[in-house]
């Protein structure tokens, strides 16, 4: 009897139990008890006097409770032993050494938060906002009793970087949306924002030195439509989309991150990717000319959108630029891109061989790096490090860069076997602005990175030394991501998977289990009004040819416990057509489409999949464009 007892204790403390306590990212240590905590008006909100941090994340904490919940709850100081029903703050610098490290306890009479700075109780707050009911993501006020379980949990972080990025130049998101955004990001425990302000189709940070880069960079003409698709500006037409953001809008949400303890990495992306800079000021290319912002207008290979690196006057350009970066972002790093630059221009241009002569420098890559280099000189001139994209390994890294890698895993590798730190964010695992679902029915993009392949990131790889790995990010860029609610489409639940990547111990990752806690998520984001997709309930569809030649279909589910039914007649499938059993499908000889879609408890559950039998062949030996990757 008492090992049973001991096997239900520690089932309630595993990963596997069955409670209504779904918290994403799962913390180290959750222990559910019996009881609950009732917030009522008159719950007092007690912290530790003459400390102005935590009073601050408190006044934030109980602003939010204010309006779903209607309660003004009094925050009193420095009460040993409240009488009151409490929510207790309790700074604690000897059980809790590390500033992100907390403790949460609730019982039916109190609330205790632990930690040993504002930022450990900054966490714990985000986990008590999960216990609480989701009416409390509401913006009304709703009448409901505010019930939270009772539970003792310990939680600290597994990685120190956890990064989301947003591009704003393919399309830009007013400042706030922005702040927006960044609530969300403090909500799942991430602590860095990297924005993307600059690109080819737009500059978006206001640089007094340089008045043009927003007046001229910073808007484009109008199009709709297919990125890369779009019809070239005409000279006549206005130049109207787009916008910048303040030197004054930039502190103000600097100060409302730092409020959040999210860290913004502002990105200048040089050399590569500077149309928007050469816009307004062709001088700073190699071949001169004249330069348009990108409205998504097919970009080939040969367009000149780098900087010189030949031209001394670029340089003086990015000091000016960069410190004005420095001084407007309290962040250490500052990231200059560095990524998929065109060097077609500096082949042909005589300064450009002249300094390479000069320098001995002999290839291309190790022109590219002689920048960098330089780059990397500016910005440590401006008090900061510098962090750029995994190109920067290319022709010799810079002396004290740290790499981001996004082309997959081993620029990472290489960097860190260099002795340099690393930002893992590959490509294939956490690029948000991939396909999650069949691309036969979600918004047209360009490559695959479901769910289920987010969540298995692990962005330690084995041969490496831990230290280096700083922790991982995942971008969303936005060429086809015009709007807020389609951004929030792409985010999540994505960036649900990669928060417990970055945040959650590996052990107590459970891919069943996290799709579980989903479920419940999902009715919190509907409270939110916060978009998401439920592409992970749609089947996956995948072709090959067996040795005869004949076209076999296999079909699967990233979710366990989904039923599949298909069609081969037209009609749509439900839960009384052939239900998929494991075993390839033979097509048969006069069929025209596939329909498929799931099930589950007897109900439709994914979305329905038709695709034509043309489709099913272009997809033979494509496993990887269904399952991760589109070939381009
Ligand atoms: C990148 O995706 N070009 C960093």
Redesign the pocket.
Known sequence: MKKFILILILLSDSAFSQNSIHIIPEPVSLQTLSGEFVLTKDVKVNIPNSNAEVRNVVQLFVESLALPTGFQLNIIENIKFSPFKSINFILDENVLVSPDRYILEVSSKRINIKASSAQGMFYAIQTLMQLLPKQIESNSTQKIIWKIPSVNIIDAPRYGWRGVMLDVSRHFFPKEYIKKFIDQLARLKFNSFHWHLTDDQGWRIEIKSYPKLTSVGAWRVQRTGKWWEREPAKDDEERSYGGFYTQDDIREIVKYAQERYITILPEIDVPGHSLAVLAGYPEFSCGGGKFEVNAGVKFYKDVENTLCPANEQVYVFLDKVLGEIAQLFPNQYIHIGG??AYKGYWEKSAECQALMKREGLKTMDELQSYFIKRVEKIVQSKGKRMIG?DEILEGGLAPNATVMS?RGMKGGINAAKQNHQVVMSP?EFV?LDLYQGDPAIEPATYGMARLKKTYSFEPTPRGVEGKLILGGQG?L?TESVPTTRHLEYMLYPRAFALSEVLWSQKEKKNWDYFTKKLETYFPRMDEAKLNYALSMYDAVVRTEKDGDGKLKIELSTEVNGLEIYYTFDGTNPDNYTPKYQGKLLEIPKTATTLKVITYQNGKPKGKQITLTMKDLQDRVGRYKMITEMLDE
Do not use: L
């Open positions: 990524d998929e994209w996004w490509w690029y971008n860029w």
